[in-house]
């Protein structure tokens, strides 16, 4: 079965940092694209961050650009998130997600499975 | 960036009857639109990719239509479990992949 169970969340002042971390099992996690998304408060999902494979490409939505970095470690079936410069709106559940593959091997960007989330709250 | 809009808000519906969802691209999106149910404390589910292919383990119940800009996620027979929020979301022109607001589900 596949699993992806999120860590690191919590409260942090206006400014801080946090690392986010997601543990993979039940699939080869070194070959798959993988990608953080964002719940705030009342609000809609919002894609974060997602990365290849093999960690060589990464994306960001503008709003984290240059404040959120996303990594992988490939022998430890982990994600990361480190997040720097936190604002009040950065507060939300985050979830790593897995992106599939056809069976072709070509990736799709559409998200399955989800983890259950890890609070991160951002106030003073 | 593509924007995805979805209707209406908030949708009630009476156990045992059909429910229509509708998404909206600001551009044309081909079929690259998946959807989601999320319950409150619950990771969000596929339900739908390439706009008319179930997810694995989804009920015949969901079933989805459309391509360009128009989509629609139909549930027949509501079920007291199908009350939830559904997302809409396109993956056919990225950075950033983009989701709509959401569609709240609720009991009439």
């Known amino acids: 079965e596949v699993q992806l169970v999120e860590s690191g969340g919590g409260l942090v002042q206006p400014g801080g940092s946090l690392r986010l971390s997601c543990t993979a099992s039940?699939?080869?996690?070194?070959?798959?694209?993988m990608s953080w998304v964002r719940q705030s408060p009342g609000e809609g999902l919002e894609w974060v961050a997602n990365?290849?494979?093999?960690?060589?490409?990464?994306y960001y939505v503008d709003s984290v650009k240059g404040r959120f970095t996303i990594s992988r470690d490939n022998a430890k079936n982990s994600l990361y998130l480190q997040m720097n410069s936190l604002r009040a709106e950065d507060t939300a559940v985050y979830y790593c997600?897995?992106?599939?593959?056809?069976?072709?091997?070509?990736?799709?960007?559409?998200?399955?499975?989800w983890g259950q989330g890890t609070l991160v709250t951002v106030s003073s | 960036e593509i924007v995805m809009t979805q209707s209406p808000a908030t949708l009630s519906v009476s156990p045992g009857e059909r429910a229509t969802l509708s998404c909206r691209a600001s551009?044309?999106?081909?079929?690259?639109l998946a959807w989601y149910q999320h319950k409150p404390g619950q990771a969000p589910r596929l339900l739908i990719f390439?706009?008319?292919t179930r997810a694995t383990g989804i009920s015949a119940r969901f079933s989805g239509s459309g391509s360009g800009t128009e989509f629609t996620l139909t549930i027949s027979s509501l079920q007291s479990e199908d009350f939830a929020v559904y997302y809409c979301?396109?993956?056919?022109?990225?950075?950033?992949?983009?989701f709509g607001q959401g569609t709240r589900l609720e009991i009439k």
């Open positions: 997600a897995k992106h599939p593959r056809d069976s072709s091997g070509y990736f799709e960007f559409w998200f399955d499975p």
């Open positions: 039940g699939f080869t996690f070194s070959t798959y694209w």
């Open positions: 551009r044309s999106v081909s079929s690259n």
């Open positions: 990365i290849k494979q093999d960690g060589s490409d990464k």
């Open positions: 390439g706009a008319s």
């Open positions: 979301q396109q993956y056919n022109n990225w950075p950033p992949i983009t």
